[in-house]
């Protein structure tokens, strides 16, 4: 299954990440246009290997697997650059720092969850959250180094402190979901009557007969 279609776009959003880093460090305007387009086509990877996945009836464990790690890596990898070339920098950099702590905890809940058999539902204000999180960050990966009369820049920092101030509500909804779990008496199975032993039979006095 690993040689599916969908499976093959949740690993291509991994394989472009070193590429979408290469491209930081080259300050042209080619290079700013290659890398927003790369991450844009990242991006919408990200909806078609699911949608893909469920219409073909091609869902599988690995895919279940790597599809949210494929999410993580490459936000993670875009907004470390970002902060480390400068697009990010003074109070901007709340919103990022709430969007990787989010992650963090998330992949907590999810891990410590799976051990109890409870799955974590994605829920929609997650998705408008990571919607507008990548709307953001490609707006910041062009950033002001392309000639267009349009504020890029401060366009994709609003939409970041937008997408970290969704992250605080549905880390919170997450964590709320968790923390009833973790609260709960531990499940236990009725113990089963226990059965005398024939030797403990044998000492039980027998009622005398006339």
Known sequence: MLTSLPNILTLSRIAVIPLVIALF??????????????????????????????????????????????????????????????????????????????????????EFLAGLNVGVPVSRLAKWKTTLQMFALGFLIVGNTVAIDLPLQMIGVIGLWIAGLLTLVTGWDYMRVGWIHMIEPPRTAPSAPKTPSPATLTDIPRAETS
């Open 25 to 110: 460090f080259v300050r042209t305007e080619w290079a700013a246009w290659t890398n927003g387009f790369l991450f844009a086509a990242a991006a919408i990877t990200d909806y078609f290997d699911g949608y893909l996945a469920r219409a073909r009836d091609q869902t599988s464990v690995i895919g279940k697997f790597l599809d949210p790690i494929a999410d993580k890596l490459l936000v993670s990898a875009v907004l470390f650059m970002l902060v480390a070339v400068g697009r990010l920098n003074g109070l901007s950099v709340l919103p990022a720092v709430v969007i990787l702590l989010r992650e963090v905890l998330v992949s907590g809940l999810r």
